[in-house]
């Protein structure tokens, strides 16, 4: 079974990319998963990973086109689709081979379409791979040719032709191979999509778990009622808009915010960083009860740091060792700083901000938490200037204070990395051989593996944790 | 309009052709007999009354006999409406029907005409295995006849006037469980249907089908008995959701192959529903008609829908299985979706 190459789809507005170039040539072997070909958007450049493993086949673009996202660009043939084309290359090298070959056994991947189906496919230029099938016997029928059309976007949405309408864009199976066809009743498929539904995400009582005609009704009847809660008919009106991708019920909101302001760049920076980094989290566990202990004795002499002041002087020290993470990637360039100046995360009314502490590394604990209060206080107020929210060469965050324990931060771009720190809280713990209470923290620590690779990031982690449990080396 | 059954709108053809055209007479087996049925199925009942046995010719149990004087009549120059009681007997008739009747147009290079109506009775209604075939499929075979199945009473009169008017041979097939013939006659379990049709003068031309239901999810193909086996399937599947059209060509030579091409063209689907056996039937050449002429419309395999390869069994039960159900086509279009 042949897997289409497809240039994948990098946040909401970028349609074209740069291929910049190939890590392999056709007729090589690739493995799933290795970086196969690099692209390159207005903001960066980025490797893309060979969706399955075979051989390199069909390689239609060259470094230096410009790509459409979603695109096939190659194939990467299986070893038994490989086998005919290497048979007939062997014949012709051995042309009196006296024994016949034996029959190829039937490709049981072989992709099964109609033929108008096909035939729509082709005018409108569809990977097939990427469409799921859900006619008869397992072949791709009209309807999710029609179906990729409106979930891609792409749709003759004026057509008026059936089977639109469901929203949803097919989606590949994980073998890109052949799938049980819709688990639903055709009554119930045809309501739903006359209705706008997405039945896909439907639960299904009927035998096998099919969805039926009365799981699709409670679910219009669900929506409905949400509707008429909400005093509009606005669950209803757009039954076309899928361009949206599907929500995951149908109530409508209790309210509707604009994605505007600073929601809307959030927005757009943690798509970005999401879909254009190649994060990694590894979470470690530390004992920071000399760390809370130190903290104590601080505050009693009248140095009132936070535990955020304590990691800052923790990360500058850490980052002045392993300069990898304090850096950013600009284009192609990976940039190491020679200054530390951390974001700190601040949940501040209108949405996260996140205003730098500069030269974290020359301060003092003391001046560190003067400074950090300072800052912390004005982002709340939304009184930070813009320079003051611009330049981090790492961010720290901190939910703690929130009871979280661990969890994957998201990058905040174009920097290499961030750190997470979870609650501070008691828990037995093995010390030799015996369990005593200590005072445990989780870190998490979420790196883009195209600036540092595993192995420093762990080791940076691991300086990190060792200076929470023994502080004192802050000194040294 | 007057309401009436296949059989009465067959015998008001008749009797409105032979009214209009003295050279038109028919020929059969006791269809004018006096104490008869008319016929096999009633269709002549009463026609002898009115024109007298010089133009109802009852003949003796010699279907090649009968056929060979209709033809020869035909040629001659008369109009004859020949019957057979059972289809199945046509095989006895088959070297008048395929070597003169079907090929003296061409043989003669168009000098002569046979116009010729051949009527049989087709289907199966428990009487056994040689008085239930459905013979459309030979006949459409046969290059120089004409071949016409109604399955309304406005068709059956439509359809058979245009057949006596025609200048070509013409068979007309009709279906036992249609004709709605009465007293010993009945047929047991037959459909029966009653139609309209209207007291002025028309006709139904050879060569155009109708869309009994228009639905734009699959198009299903059936002719007398089993077009109404397809307007039942429809009405379940539409339970189920799904919007089939049914189309009844009504003639079979020549076909009305654009109105199915366009059909199946705007569907993408064609299930074709058929009494005959499967193997080298009617429904094969519409697939392959729609196969070759609509493969890039379609969106599913091509469904037959046919008896068995096996001949009409006698048994009741053994007959309901033979013949395409209502239910049978609804199975046959589910698989498609």
Known sequence: ?476 | MTQMSIAEALRQAIREEMRRDPTVFCIGEDIGIPGGFGGAFTVTLGLSDEFGHDRILDTPISELGLTGVAVGAAMAGLRPIADVQYSDFLYLAMDQLANNAAKMRYMSGGTVKVPLVMRAPVGATARGAQHAQSMETFFCHLPGLKVVAPATAYDAKGLLKSAVRDDNPVIVFEHKLLYGSKGPRTEKGALSPVGEVPDEEYLVPIGKGIIRRPGKDVTIVGKLLTMYRALAAADILAQDGIDAEVIDPRTLVPLDKELILESVRKTGRLVIVEEDNLTGGWAGELAAIAAEEAFFWLDAPIKRVSAPDVPPPFAPVMEQFYVPSAERVVAAVKALF
């Open chain 1, 1 to 476: 079974m042949p897997t289409e190459v497809l240039v994948p789809p990098l946040g909401q507005t970028v349609d074209v990319v740069k291929l910049v170039s190939w890590y392999k040539n056709e007729g090589d072997a690739v493995h799933q998963g290795e970086p196969l070909f690099v692209i390159e958007t207005d903001k960066a450049t980025l490797d893309v990973e060979a969706p399955a493993s075979g051989i390199l086949r069909r390689v239609t673009a060259v470094p230096g086109d410009d790509v459409k996202v979603l695109s096939a660009i190659a194939m990467i043939a299986g070893v038994s689709d490989d086998a005919d084309e290497q048979r007939s290359g062997r014949a012709e090298e051995h042309p009196i081979t006296p024994a016949p070959l034996p029959p190829s056994p039937p490709a049981p991947d072989r992709l099964f379409i109609s033929p108008r189906a096909r035939c729509l496919a082709e005018t409108e230029g569809i990977p097939l791979a990427q469409v799921k099938p859900t006619g008869p016997e397992g072949a791709i029928i009209e309807r999710d040719v029609r179906a990729y059309l409106q979930g891609a976007g792409i749709g003759d949405q004026g057509s008026g032709g059936r089977d639109q309408g469901t929203g949803v864009r097919g989606q590949g199976t994980e073998d890109g191979g052949r799938e049980v066809p819709g688990n639903i009743t055709p009554v119930a498929r045809r309501i739903a999509e006359e209705a706008g539904l997405d039945w896909r995400v439907l639960a299904g009582t009927g035998p096998r778990g099919q969805i039926t005609r009365e799981d699709v009704e409670a679910a219009l009847e669900r929506r409905s009622r949400g509707a008429e809660e909400q005093g509009s008919g606005g669950a209803e009106a757009h039954p076309a808009s899928n361009l949206q991708p599907p929500t995951s019920n149908f109530q409508p909101p209790a309210s509707s915010l604009q994605l505007s302001g600073i929601r809307a760049v959030i927005a757009g920076r943690m798509v970005t960083s999401h879909s254009r980094t190649a994060p990694v989290t590894l979470t470690a566990e530390a004992d920071a009860t000399a760390l809370v202990e130190l903290r104590r004795q601080l505050v009693a002499d009248g140095v009132g740091v936070s535990y955020n002041d304590l990691f800052l002087a923790i990360l500058a020290k850490a980052l002045r060792e392993h300069p990898r993470l304090n850096a950013s990637l600009d284009g192609e360039t990976i940039k190491l700083w020679e200054r530390i100046d951390i974001g700190l995360a601040v949940d501040a009314e209108h949405g996260l901000l996140v205003p730098v502490v500069r030269d974290v590394d020359r301060k003092g604990l003391a001046q560190l938490a003067v400074e950090t209060k300072a800052l912390t206080g004005r982002a709340r107020a939304g009184k930070c200037t813009p320079d003051e929210l611009a330049g981090g060469t790492f961010t720290l965050t901190n939910l703690g204070t929130f009871g979280i324990d661990a969890f994957t931060p998201i990058i905040n771009l174009p920097e290499c990395a961030i750190l997470g720190v979870g609650r501070i809280k008691t828990r037995p713990t093995w010390i030799a051989d015996r369990v005593e209470p200590r005072q445990m923290v989780w870190l998490s620590l979420t790196f883009d593996h195209r600036l540092v690779d595993g192995g420093p990031a762990a080791r940076f982690l691991q300086r990190v944790a060792q200076l929470v449990e023994r502080p004192h080396l802050l000194m040294a």
